[in-house]
């Protein structure tokens, strides 16, 4: 799949040159990449995005110092200078992009208020499909970080055609720094949205015995609303020691066979297994994974190591486990020692944290914004959306 990402504020930002980071060591190059930011300093501490690439926005505005956590400030500045992110994002190149991604932290300014802002024009300009990577901002960071978020994605989910979240709170370790616990977060954001978004692009490892091209991801994710990825990794895998030929090569021949299909066994329960890891185990946002309308599952790993047997039952594992039956799956060859599978749980009903999210967010309202309009969006919480 070849993905135009833009990193909206400081940590989309450092987010997205982190995928830039990882597709610059792939034999080919799958990623496209810009940062936007109300910050300077910020975009200076990018590494990998090339400077051209990095915009500054709102300048006349804040001057090139940021504007903090007001995202009704970023909302606007972003709405005034889209023409100049626009022509940025054309200046790199579109045509031949299956998707566009926005990815920002949704409890600060910049981001929250501005990935609304251009999903709504990416759609109306563009006919791919443009997704939002929101990062949740963990509860002990304040109360307007939580009020900020709750107003960012009651808009977002309304303008992305489909908002993937990442939820801090859930990723933290107890007593670890904040710095320490960003990278290391971020560091799972990358890992597992570049297997998922990186799949059906050529390897030079081998085909897949399933193809996952991008039309799947595509489909899969057309429902919209809130969707979430589960992750797992096997162990280190054993490469498969090469028969001897010659006379011993060939009396051994039918007791290859045997070992064969007991590996072959081994191969389809080493994947389930993986799978329900992938799934049952720590999502990116806890939710209820059985109200999901739609999956794909997706493994990545030594070609040697994929069973089609596996995969299929995988998917059976899976539709029995969610709401809807459409479940979609396949591998993608990659050089590695390991086995990663990805879940990918579309259109999730019923997430916790976001309720909480919003109780909070209601709760801060009036000691944030005095406003004389009520207006309600499509939660049906009483958050007012950043923009109209």
Not at 324 to 334: A, N, Q, T
Request: proline share 3%; glycine share 10%; charged share 25%.
């Amino acid at each position: 799949m070849r993905v135009f990402f833009i990193g909206f504020g400081q940590a989309g930002g450092k987010i997205v040159d982190m995928f830039t980071e990882q597709d610059n060591k792939m034999p080919t190059q799958s990623f496209r990449a810009i940062a936007v930011n109300t910050a300077r300093t910020d975009l200076m501490g990018l590494k990998h995005i090339e400077m051209k690439d990095r915009i500054l926005i709102g300048q006349t505005v804040v001057k090139g110092h940021g504007v903090g956590t007001d995202n009704v400030t970023g909302a606007r500045v972003t709405a005034d200078e889209i023409d100049s992110i626009i022509n940025a994002i054309d200046t790199r190149g579109t045509h031949d992009v299956d998707a566009f991604v926005i990815v920002a932290g949704l409890g600060g300014g910049t981001g929250s208020g501005g990935a609304p802002v251009l999903a709504r024009h990416l759609k109306r300009i563009y006919r791919e499909p443009v997704y939002t990577i929101g990062i949740l901002p963990a509860p002990e960071e304040g109360r307007l970080y939580s009020y900020n978020a709750a107003r960012s994605l009651s808009t977002l989910v309304n303008e992305s055609d489909n908002t993937f979240i990442f939820d801090n709170s859930a990723w933290k370790n107890e007593g670890e720094s904040v710095k320490d616990a960003y990278a290391r977060i971020n560091d799972e954001i990358v890992r597992r949205f570049g297997v998922l978004f990186r799949a059906g692009e050529m390897s030079s490892y081998g085909v897949g015995e399933m193809v996952v091209d991008s039309s799947e991801i595509i489909n899969t994710l057309r429902g919209g609303g809130i969707s979430v990825l589960g992750y797992a990794i096997s162990e280190r895998v054993s490469p498969r020691t090469k028969q001897k030929q010659g006379l011993l090569g060939g009396l051994r021949k039918k007791k290859d066979k045997a070992e064969e299909m007991l590996t072959g066994e081994d191969r389809s329960a080493k994947v389930i297994a993986l799978v329900r890891r992938a799934m049952l185990g720590r999502l990116t946002l806890p939710c209820d994974y059985s109200s999901a309308e739609r999956a794909l599952v997706l493994l990545a790993g030594p070609p040697e190591e994929m069973d089609r047997k596996g995969v299929e039952k995988s998917k059976l594992w899976v539709e029995e486990n969610i709401a809807g039956v459409e479940v979609r799956g396949g591998d993608y060859p990659v050089q590695s020692d390991y086995i990663a599978a990805v879940v990918m749980l579309a259109t999730v009903g019923n997430a916790p944290r976001i309720t909480d999210l919003l109780e909070i967010a209601k709760a801060t309202k009036e000691d944030v914004i005095r406003s004389k309009d009520k207006r309600s969006t499509m939660f049906d919480e009483g958050i007012e959306p950043l923009f109209e």
